[in-house]
Structure formats: C-alpha cells, structure tokens
C-alpha cells in the first residue's frame, strides 16, 4: 500500500491564531480550507516543508489536544528564536544532545509541542 499519505489534523483552541503563527514563525504556507458555523474552522491545510498538515477548531466533536511534532532544520536556533518571539514556552532548552542533534522542544500557545532538531553538518552555530 505505496500509495497512501498520512496528514496530521492538529485540533486546538484559536485555528486561525495558530495557522498565523505557523506561517510567521515557520513558514507555513496555506492550502485547502473550509470554514464552519461563525467563522470556526472545519479544516485547513497548510504546508510546512515538504509536509502537509491540517488544523481545525475544537468543537462538540473533538476537544484540543496536544500533538509532539519534530521539525528538521538548517538552522535550529533562528527556528527557536522565531517560535520563542511567537509565544512558545520551552518544554526541554534547545542544546546540542550526546546522541549528535542539536535539539529542543517547545509548546506553542495552542498547546502543540515542537521538537525543533539540526543535524551537527547543517549549519555553524
């Protein structure tokens, strides 16, 4: 079964929020969106590297929840910087780990935590 892709669906509090800080903090670009009762989010897409995800708004159906998302860069500290600069509050401190990485987690406002990683060749700290 090659030809199945798996997307992610972030559900949180504030999806349009969320998607604006994506997009300046990580460059997220959108896609595909629909829109529900008030304005509230049902679905949207949005591209962030060569991954795809989507986010909507908790509703009656599905309550925020918290996802770990690892995000592999060149550059790990202007990534930090960025989400830190956006609201993100620091889970473990981005430092360089015995096993090779430099690496960190953060926790966005909405409650999603970013592994941000940097292999040791990607770019001079």
Known sequence: MTDMTV?????VEGADAALDLYKSALG????ERHDGPGGSVVYAEF???????SIKDADQYDAATTAILT???????AVWAAL???GATVV?????????????RLR??????????????????
């Open 71 to 77: 995000l592999d860069v060149p550059d790990a500290d």
């Open 28 to 31: 997220a670009e959108p896609g």
């Open 7 to 11: 997307t992610p669906k972030l559900v």
């Open 47 to 53: 591209r962030i590297g060569g991954t795809v995800l």
């Open 84 to 86: 830190e600069q956006a």
């Open 92 to 104: 473990f401190p981005l430092d360089d780990q015995s096993y090779g990485l430099r690496q960190g």
């Open 108 to 125: 966005d406002p909405f409650g999603i935590q970013w592994i941000i990683s940097q292999q040791p060749d990607s770019a001079t700290r």
